[in-house]
């Protein structure tokens, strides 16, 4: 590309997103901007404030906002985000006492450090919340314990001198600092607020609701949330890197496990489902440090553990509240800034591509000592509906397990248009084609019926990385309208387009039975495996769940149908295989299969076809 | 030979006291499905209001800790720390466990840390103090020291042993032998379960709270008195409890009573064992086990502390 057309393309791109912006402005933006100018303009309305603490504070505001994102937004109950701090700041203050280094590089290897440090305890992130609140809590104690084992690093009970730095290219006084703190917490918010907004806020949102919902539509868990853990140990190590040479001695006391506990309060108090919510919950901590100060100095009491004992006792309040924090309180009485999407129309047509086969070999599954599965052996033709019936326990549910990756064989294959699928994770599988449903009626309870299904778009994009997010690259805002179409589509499909913007709990069991099924079909798959769309689904709506099968199946997609109801199995299904003890009895079209008196004795009881 | 004796001796007296802590945890964990943030200075809150009951917030000398003054103390600081456990559980634990929200005992649980750590750091302002001696171990030996081997071990070191191995065992027997004990186990199997035959899981979870609490109390106080004892103190006996507790994945009670000796071992070994000209030396002696357990957990998770697949 030429220069000139370079020039010419960004200059495109750049009046493209000044039109956005101008779209997106709204009363909102307004407050925030005026807010924003009278925060830049504190230090010189001559208000007598102390400006080192306001800058300390508002360093603490943009490591909280950054826990926000892991504890908010991803669910994982951290409490080692002061560890991270702590690597920042040492990190920056030995590489600016020992080697003399400017303030900037120095903040920003603190920042790498801990990014680096979140990244290696970043396999924490895979556990359950409670072993992943274990595990952050021990690295809260073992960055501590570490200061103070080792004072070559840390300087020991003095810390360490950091010398006099500019900041920016001004003295780095505590105003300089303020300043410099505030454009980065704002650069924080709107970059989280972007995240939590965007394909990637609302896959981690999906994995905190219902992991294994999320994971069987493919979206990988270890990834989306170690990049949420290690954005925050970033965030973190950067605040603590800047602020730790405005305090100008890195003390070890200052970093210990009470800063984790501190940063979690308040993320909790100012609400961690709000963006907003941690950088209002360090400033109600400071507003009641203003008063808690002066009487702490009143009763003679040692002022750091007043504060300890004020964080503990409000963190107990909020959670006796029910735990939601300011901003959630406070919103039934915030005005409403609704932001209206442009509409977006279905993409009309079926999909193309080549239809692949799937294919299973001897798949072999015990548990401990009872065999599930023994040698299932079966294959799909593209756009073929079939059923896999049989009494419970007969392995059913198991065999989409093992097809879908949920789980790995003891033995056999699993095939797919000629590639071997058997050892590739679930998102490799749902990327290539191969999409299931839950057996539960399990949809995200806190997302509207089209965000739901937006979630299984998370195989089909290609940009909706955290940092493409965050940053709003053009590439990542132009494929959210492409994912949008191709949700509504989905939910079109199976009859629910006048239902997208329904939240979740509003809509009736068989409802969200069809959500999730447009969320598998929203992956665009070339096999389905639907588990037991008709359980707790009265007859009446027998006929339309069955006209969706038989829609998706015109739609050229292959059906693999495990059902008890035979009546749906009739109306839906062209072949149908019986299982029973884990092995294959029986296989035919529906009505060879229901003839066999043998067959319908021995597994489908007195029922009649 | 001789400093590996010395190394074993003072290793298990501090491993029994980290190993009633580890037991804890884990029958806790076993119990409820939680982890207990609070359960060292809950220890901490009643070590403190023994000290208080016994000496006041003054500084203290090995003498000065009459009998009957004695029992009085600890049976106040024995209410003190079970009444604040179960009052934890019911208070913190229990509600958002019936509501699935593991944010809010994590958050309630560790609030009670801190808050005890304040409480004890505003009326104990001093950095450390002495704890008063109630048994003449003093008078044992030379000023309180038995040579062994040619070892010079604290003749404390082995009363610690000896009670935390009673409480361990005696504690392993309730479990295994009595109603109380049967129904715990039927709890950390099947809590609904339980529930339906007429156990009264609340009541009974609630009491093992303040039964691990005692248990873990009554083995630190034991060792109180060798060393200094400050706010920190619970905090980091629970730590290391936790520490030992997940090196067995929170096995049963007594495997975690036996990986918190092995973890006292391996801390004295770390501190004090030279191999030729090598040797780690006490700095690495808090920070290597817990590193170790933490790449131990994110590595070579188990299957239950994996988040659900399904």
Redesign the interface.
Known sequence: MTAAALARTTGAELRRAAGEARGAWSPAAWVAAVALAIGLLVPFLGLGLRMDALASTVYLAVAATGLGLTVGAAGLPSLGAGAFVAIGAFTSALLMARAGWPLEPAALCGALAALAAGLISGGVVRLRPAFVAVSTWLLAWLVWLFLFAFPSVSGGSQGLIVPERTLLGLSATPTVHYEAALVLLVLSLLAIAAVRRGAFGLELSALRQHPPLATSLGVPLARRRLGAFAASAAIAGLAGGLSVQLAAVADPAAYDPFLSFKLLVAVLLGGAAATLGPAVGVAALGLIGLVSDPLARLLQLPLERFDTAVAAFLLLFVLALGGDGIIPWLSPWLPRFRRTRPPVTPRQGGRSGTRAALKVEGLTKAFGGVVALDGLSLELAPGETAALVGPNGSGKTTALRLISGAMQPDGGRVLFGGRDLTEAPTRERVRLGVARTLQTTSAFTELTALEDVLVGRSVRRRYGGGIRTALATPRARAEEPVARAAALNALALVGLEQQADVPIPELTSSQRRLVGLASALATEPHVLLVDEPAAGVGAEELEPLARVLAEIGRQGVAVLLVEHNLRLVRMAAERMIVLAAGEVVAEGTVAEVGESELVRQAYLGAQRL | MTIALQVLISGLAAGGVYGLFAAGHSLIYRLT???N?AFGDLVGLGIFATLLVLAGTSPVTQAGAHEPRFLLALVVGLACCVGASAATYFG?VQPYLGRG????W???T???A??I???I??VF?RSSYVFPDPLPFHRVGRAGFVGIGGAQVQARAFFVIGLALALALGSAWLLERTRFGRALRAVADDGEGARIVGVPVDLFVGLAFGLVGALAMLAAIAAAPGEAVSANTGTLLG?KG??AA?AVRFGPPLYAFVAGLVLGVVEAAIANVHLGGWQLG??????LP??F??LF???W?SRE??????
């Open positions: 499905g939680i982890v943030f913190l929200s593991t944010i809010g994590v958050a309630g560790v609030a009670v801190f808050a750590r304040a409480a750091g505003a302002q730590l936790l520490v997940l006490p700095a690495y002696r808090e920070v817990l590193l357990v933490l957990i994110s590595v998770p502390a994996l988040e659900e697949r399904e």
